[in-house]
């Protein structure tokens, strides 16, 4: 095959991406940066209505999402496009959706129709709310289950109101979980043979993601309240002024306690009657948090970190976007990846976030165009040149 592989860790796997908009791709892009052969079916141009999904392919956005991966264009609602869908998916190993629960099972593509045509496949489906259940026909949209999964409620300061976070986690963590899940049912295949559905949800995700938060509830019977910047159950732990600005300070159990106050040179908070123990510190949080600010205020927020650095407490700096990616660490570990666009020019992207020693990822191809890949994909899947020219005559590519 001509298309360079990012890794050759999941290289022996194919995979037909349905996805759109953030959940699905997010998944998928965890399968093409390790390698799987992946090929975007998106809807040919003639079918489409304004924009398509996702926004303009341009953007920022769509690109970070979509690099390492062909393009055909396909109209699945089309007999002679769907048979076409059918044939591919009788030699891929996976297949990705994050349509609504009812669009795959009208098209014809749920898991009991597609293990028919191959036993060994893993279909990967993202919904909003789930496959079933009341709500399973709804659209899903990330701030609603940021919403309904509890985390809005535990972000931002006491009193003013619920506030989502600044990214579309429960987008991203359920893709995240449909590719673990995707991964998973592949190691079980090489025991057992078969495929299986892999499912998950935006509010599945979120929930999961709630974690410790969730546990409260759940075992102890606490609800969450909002906290602000500090730390729900580790005090103190919070942001903190400076004389130029804010730092991180992560002060967790005695030990960290005594290095902090030693740190601050207020070694006699140590044994204060309001902040000796824990339980003190939690009962206190504001007048200690108030106390500690009128001594970070009078050092800058590099030499604070220095200080704490070499105390052997936790603190770190409170950066921009921009100022996190000038980082001398941030430099080191190489997350920001860069990758040459076919006509010669540079184009940064976010890397993975984990390596492999062997068999590292890459970015080995920018974001392809729309269908850029149609008559190349289908060759290599066996498709005729009578039967590719036929599809375009139809026009179900």
């Avoid at 000796?276 to 500690?292: E, P, Q, T, W």
């Amino acid at each position: 095959m001509s298309f360079p592989r990012a890794s050759q860790a999941l290289s022996r796997f194919t995979v037909l991406d349905l996805t759109r908009v953030r959940s699905g791709p997010t998944c998928v892009r965890q399968l093409a940066d390790w390698g799987a052969n992946v090929i975007k079916i998106e809807t040919p141009p003639h079918l489409e209505k304004g924009e398509g999904p996702g926004g303009p392919r341009d953007n920022a956005d769509f690109q970070n999402l979509h690099r390492n991966k062909r393009s055909i264009t396909l109209d699945l609602k089309s007999p002679e496009g769907m048979a076409a869908f059918r044939h591919m998916v009788a030699k891929a190993d996976v297949v990705v959706e994050n349509f609504r629960p009812d669009v795959k099972d009208r098209l014809g593509i749920a898991y009991e129709d597609l293990k028919k045509i191959n036993k060994g496949i893993v279909l990967g489906s993202i919904s909003g709310f789930g496959q079933d259940g009341p709500y399973a026909k709804r659209p899903g949209f990330d701030q609603i289950a940021q919403g309904m999964g509890g985390l809005m409620s535990i972000t931002g300061a006491p009193g003013e109101g619920p506030m989502r976070v600044g990214i579309p986690i429960a987008d991203l963590t359920a893709g995240l979980f449909c590719a673990i899940g995707i991964l998973t049912a592949l190691l079980e295949r090489d025991a057992s043979g078969e495929g299986q559905w892999v499912s998950t949800s935006l509010l599945q995700a979120q929930i999961f993601m709630l974690d410790f938060q969730a546990a409260r509830w759940l075992q102890m019977k606490e609800v969450a309240k909002q906290a602000g910047n500090n730390h729900p159950t580790s005090i103190p732990t919070g942001v903190f002024k400076t004389s130029d600005g804010h730092i991180n300070i992560a002060s967790t159990g005695q030990v960290m306690w005594e290095r902090t106050c030693n740190a601050l040179g207020a070694p006699e908070m140590i044994n204060h009657a309001d902040y000796k123990s824990g339980a003190l510190r939690s009962k206190h949080r504001d007048a200690l948090n108030a106390a500690i600010e009128a001594i970070t205020a009078t050092k800058t927020s590099a030499e604070w970190i220095d200080i704490f650095d070499k105390a052997g407490v936790p603190a770190g700096p409170i950066y921009n976007i921009d100022q996190t990616f000038a980082d001398a660490q941030v430099k080191h570990i190489g997350i920001a990846t860069d990758a040459k666009k076919p006509n010669g020019d540079t184009q940064t992207f976010v890397g993975q976030p984990f390596k492999l020693s062997r068999t590292p990822s890459k970015i080995v191809a920018t974001p392809p165009g729309q269908g850029q890949h149609t008559d190349e994909v289908f060759k290599e899947f066996g498709f005729t040149d009578s039967e590719i020219a036929k599809l375009h005559e139809v026009k179900a590519v």
